[in-house]
């Protein structure tokens, strides 16, 4: 009995001992993946977290190299993005057989579809060393794998079985925390991207893009609803290499799933197999709406049978709040381009008084056909006693209320240009009419002359604006006019100087707006001094040419950021 006592005992003694040693290991191996867990979690990005797996597991294991291979499963491949302890040959092998060969790494694929660690011996054949193929997953999606080297034959413990599953589980989350960093960067660099004023083709464009590039998917669709709300029609597309299934291109919204879609609904198809198509499809398409109201959608397909995780749902909803804001923005701001085309357009057209043998050219340039309309503006005035007005103008702002500030400014300054004989005057009374009213953040420089052929006496007034320039044909020399006054608009009672000279037959006067000599190539502008020399080697050719070859020897120089009038007056007889 004694000895059965003792047999006994020593069984509870080799149990607890086996307990003690089990637990020593599920203590270690849950410390290592503490510290794993925290090392992963110091990173944001995808590229990051991929790149901290393959250089701090390997040491987890006592292994000497590792990768990563991410699965394409359009291919059936592994297209090798990380590796750690591999030379430089090696490297270039391993990226080529992963991406061109179906075959490559079997035990990798073997990982992946059995969704557990493969482990290898050295007695198995392919094996240099030892191995251990962790699959990777996002969201039970499959990722890729993790596949981990040693020079030397071993055999696998439950240590490390158990410390492989819990790689596994860890990479998971942090292949998901990366994923959700990455959508959430991509969204405000949308965001930012569509912010700006964009013609509506072009936020099309971007949105399309967009959803691509943030989603990685194989296509993009737009579709808006027809005036009846009875039909989703495909209108913008970025394809990608797939062809949108024929009873996509044009859908009931009376039916199902597209109903749900008018209802504010994103409806997910993970196994798209009803649409006949000749490779697996997944689709997804949430709706374009505006202050709750849909007027369309946004469609994304993939070449593969499983759709969208959790988190690009989520993202793939707000890529279309903002793109549906987008839209709205550039069709509103496209109106009041339209309103400001044309109310510039009239602007710009000026009834031409008798010019009494003079020559006068004008032109107005915009910077961008696609830019929001600006302030700059010219007119010509028919004065009492067969006087002129020129007058070469910039109002601050841009669109539709900047262009119906430009055209009071014109009129009133025509009103108070019949009253005043003086250009000071003039520019007197018109600051104080307009300082009254407006904002703080508008003001107009601009350049106002009277000429009087008959005398041939000018005179000259300016605000805030660029000098006037008077070609002298006598002398073959410029004189250049300063602007002495103040921008109008600003405070009241301002005083504005005036200069008055002599215009004799073939001298010639020029005004022009900054957008001129503002015109930029690297960091040199045109400035004043090509507009000078311009002027005194083509001075003898006809205003209107004088005043276009102007604008085009800007436009040589650099770029001209901002919209451009010049005016030319020759002064006599060009015959």
Known sequence: MEGSMVEGRSERLETLERTLAALREDYEVANILLGLSGALAEVRSLEETLGRAVRTIPGLFGAERSLVGQWQPESGTFAVTHTFGYIDTEVAELHSRGTNDPASFPYSRRAIEEKSPVFVSAEEPHAPGAVIVIPLSRWEADFGALRIEFDEPREFTSRDRDLARGVAHQLGHALSNARRFNLLQNL?????????????????????????????????????????????????????????????????????????????????WNDAVDFHSPVPLSLAVTPLATKGKPFGALMVVNKRASGLGPDDQEAFCVLAT???????????????????????????????????????????????????????????????????????????GKGAEAAAQTAMVKYMLRAFAIQDESPATTLYRLNNALARDMSEDRFITLVYATFDPKSQRCSIAGAGHPSSLIYRRDRAEIDSFDSQGPAIGIFENETFGQTTTDIYPGDVFLAYTDGLIEARSGDDFFGEERVEAYLAANHDRPAAQISAGMYEEARRFGSVGDDTVVITLVSGSLA
């Open 188 to 268: 405000r660099s949308f965001g930012s991207a569509i912010g700006e004023r964009l013609r509506y083709g072009d936020v099309l464009r971007r949105i399309l893009s967009g959803a691509s590039s943030l989603l990685d998917c194989d296509g993009a669709w737009i579709y808006t609803i027809d005036n009846s709300s009875s039909m989703f029609v495909s209108t913008a597309a970025h394809e990608g290499g797939v062809a949108l299934p024929e009873r996509l291109a044009r859908a009931s919204a009376t039916e199902e799933p597209w109903s749900r879609v008018l209802r504010g609904e994103t409806v997910i």
């Open 322 to 396: 903002q793109g549906a804001q987008a839209m709205e923005n550039s069709r509103r701001f496209e109106r009041e381009r339209s309103v400001a085309r044309s109310l510039q357009n009239g602007l710009l057209r000026t009834e031409s008084p008798d010019m009494q043998g003079c020559d006068f050219g004008a032109i107005y340039q915009s910077a961008d056909a696609e830019a929001d309309i600006g302030g700059d503006f010219y007119d010509l005035i028919d004065l009492p006693h067969g006087r002129l007005g020129l007058v070469v103008g910039d109002v601050s």
